[in-house]
């Protein structure tokens, strides 16, 4: 699975009664766009480093004209 900045991570809950989880991409830790991320959640603010499982799905969005990755800037946002 690969990522850029600014696309949409959802996890959906695998436990009866558990909430749907989902948020925004706001730093890549390779170049290819491969895991971990670094996901900015929808509920909290917070941000955390993310490995997707199998419960994860990703929607890609398009920013024509925009490098989301330029050359040699990787992890841009810590907490």
């Known amino acids: 699975m690969k990522a ?3 696309d949409r991570v959802i ?4 436990r009866p009664g558990a909430a749907r989880r989902d948020g ?3 730093a890549l ?3 290819d766009g491969s895991p971990p991320w670094d996901v900015r959640w929808s509920e909290t603010g917070r941000v ?3 490995f997707p499982g199998p419960d994860t799905r990703l929607h890609h969005f ?3 004209g ?3 990755r330029p050359a040699g800037v ?3 946002f810590a907490d």
């Not at 996890?11 to 695998?14: I, K, L, P, S």
């Open 4 to 6: 850029d900045i600014g």
């Open 48 to 50: 955390s480093m993310f």
């Open 24 to 26: 925004e991409i706001v």
């Open 66 to 68: 925009r490098d989301l």
């Open 29 to 31: 830790h390779h170049p």
């Open 74 to 76: 990787l992890h841009t």
């Open 11 to 14: 996890v959906n809950a695998t």
């Open 62 to 64: 398009e920013h024509p």
